[in-house]
């Protein structure tokens, strides 16, 4: 199998309510990642989408007073309607109330079924209807669900279980060996720390759920959102509940058209996920049901899990009823499509947890957009306009796509942002603004290098900020300068 196509996914979103920053953040990075691989030659598939099923929508449809389908055919409009506003360009928006996922969905349970993976029993334990899972007692704190803080309900149900327990050794030897590779380390090691206690046997059926897909082999029961949301990531790739996939089956050729233009057969090729990416709330479902329904299904586990880390706004959790939520599309307002997405970018460190707030955001684009990037470009610009030296070509360190590979994108963006504050720095040490009288021949040659800088500093912010790289090489090459950032009071 050749190795240059490049899947990659986000969490399929719950539409429960709109996009805030946080499902912004995934999905920015992904749309980085995936515009980095392609600018490297690879095939990139790019995938997102909405979780449309389960208590939890049926119960926010109801609260709104609409129809389960009437609200999440508007939420999921919202979130079409966000990525695009932050030109993400994803090649499919998969949803869970397509029928064509529902139809996959149904033949892969009963495959599942039909293969002895799944059993008839009895559940009952504490659901939380905000994580749509049973919880443990040992989950809670102070007999609260500590992500939603609600006392999860006693269920008990007749209900079918899929065999988790069986995978429970070779998942542990995968991820342990770094087949299913878990970024970063921390989080592997958490991982394999639960791995320590006996997996479960799951429920995979809802007695009392409607608003879900019914179970094939028997139809009182709903299937577990779970269970079906996991499925998005091939049935978003056209696949159809039955068909194999991997190397065994089609080889990937470099000859086959672009991912973002694939054809409806081809883009099965890029199953298994190169990357997928998500918070640390969702990281051990995915650790552990997904990789078993694969293996289950005999088909190939995604290569990479990358987990980053939570947005808390002024020190606190982002939450409605605190009021203090950021919407993404107010960051575009005020910061513009490209601020708005190096913003993100830049807030969280590898792996770690970030505290954002209006103040420190507003701070952060006039230090290093309007002033940083945008004060450099139009300085030079300025200062070439008489002596109109050339860019010197010069060769990139590599160091901020190294980082970006990496999935390091604040590290990339600081490595970048280095050389800006240097080529800020040469423009007034250097006393340009004086040389350029008296020295031409001297301050044509410390331009010459800073042009150079700036085209390779273009280059490197393309993936974050495409736009604003177009229009970095328009002003160089028109000699214009232009406002990139207008200062924000
Ligand atoms: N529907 C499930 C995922 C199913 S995937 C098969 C779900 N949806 S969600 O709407 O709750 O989205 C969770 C994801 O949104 C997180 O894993 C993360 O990617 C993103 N974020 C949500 N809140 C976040 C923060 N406060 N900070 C950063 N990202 C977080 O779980």
Not at 168 to 195: A, D, H, M, T
């Amino acid at each position: 199998m050749k190795n240059n196509k490049f899947y990659i996914t986000t969490p399929i979103y719950y539409v429960n309510d709109r996009p805030h920053i946080g499902h912004a953040y995934t999905t920015v990075l992904a749309d980085v990642l995936a515009r980095q691989q392609e600018k490297q030659g690879k095939d990139v598939f790019f995938l997102t989408g909405t979780d449309e099923h389960g208590a939890k929508i049926s119960q926010a449809a109801k609260k709104a007073g609409k129809s389960e389908k009437n609200f999440v055919d508007e939420k999921a409009a919202s979130f079409v309607e966000v990525w695009k506003k932050l030109n993400i360009e994803n090649s499919n928006f998969i949803r869970t109330t397509e029928s064509a996922h529902v139809e996959a969905v149904k033949k892969a349970v009963q495959r599942l079924f039909d293969k002895g993976f799944i059993y008839k029993g009895d559940y009952d334990g504490l659901y939380c209807t905000g994580c749509e899972q049973y919880k443990n007692s040992e989950d809670l704190i102070d007999g609260k669900c500590p992500e939603h803080q609600i006392e999860p309900q006693m269920m008990k149900e007749e209900s079918y279980f899929f065999k988790l327990s069986q995978f429970q050794n070779v998942l542990k030897e995968k991820i342990e060996k770094g087949e299913l590779e878990i970024l970063p380390q921390e989080r592997k090691n958490e991982i394999l720390s639960f791995f320590g206690q006996e997996l479960k046997d799951i429920s995979i059926s809802r007695a009392a759920v409607n608003w879900g897909i019914p179970l094939p082999f028997d139809e009182k029961f709903t299937i577990y959102v779970w269970i079906d949301a996991f499925f998005n990531y091939l049935t978003g790739l056209g696949w159809n509940g039955d068909q194999l996939i991997g190397s065994s089956v089609r080889q990937f050729k470099t000859e086959e058209p672009k991912g973002r233009e694939a054809s409806e057969n081809d883009k099965l090729v890029f199953f298994p996920p190169d990357l997928q990416l998500m918070s640390k709330d969702i990281l051990r479902v995915h650790a552990t049901i997904w990789p078993a329904l694969l293996l289950a299904l005999e088909l190939p586990l995604p290569k990479k899990i990358y987990v980053h880390g939570y947005f808390t706004i002024d020190g606190q959790k982002m939450s409605k009823s605190l009021g203090n939520v950021i919407w993404p599309e107010e960051l575009v307002e005020k910061f513009g499509v490209d601020g708005a997405r190096y913003l993100l970018m830049s807030s969280l460190a590898f792996g770690q947890d970030g505290d954002i707030s209006w103040e420190k955001l507003t701070e952060k684009y006039n230090s290093d957009l309007a002033n940083g990037l945008g004060n450099l470009i139009s300085r030079v610009v300025k200062l070439n306009e008489n002596i109109k030296a050339q860019a010197e070509e010069n060769e990139s360190s590599g160091k901020a796509n190294g980082l970006l590979v990496e999935i390091k994108p604040k590290e990339a963006l600081d490595e970048i942002w280095k050389r800006i504050a240097y080529a800020n720095k040469k423009v007034e040490e250097a006393k340009l603004w004086e040389f350029i009288k008296t020295d031409a021949e001297e301050a044509k040659k410390v331009l010459s290098e800073l042009l150079g800088l700036i085209f390779e500093v273009s280059k490197e912010v393309a993936p974050f900020m495409p736009q604003t790289c177009g229009k970095i090489v328009e002003i160089l090459e028109s000699g214009k300068a232009e406002i990139l950032f207008p200062r924000i009071k």
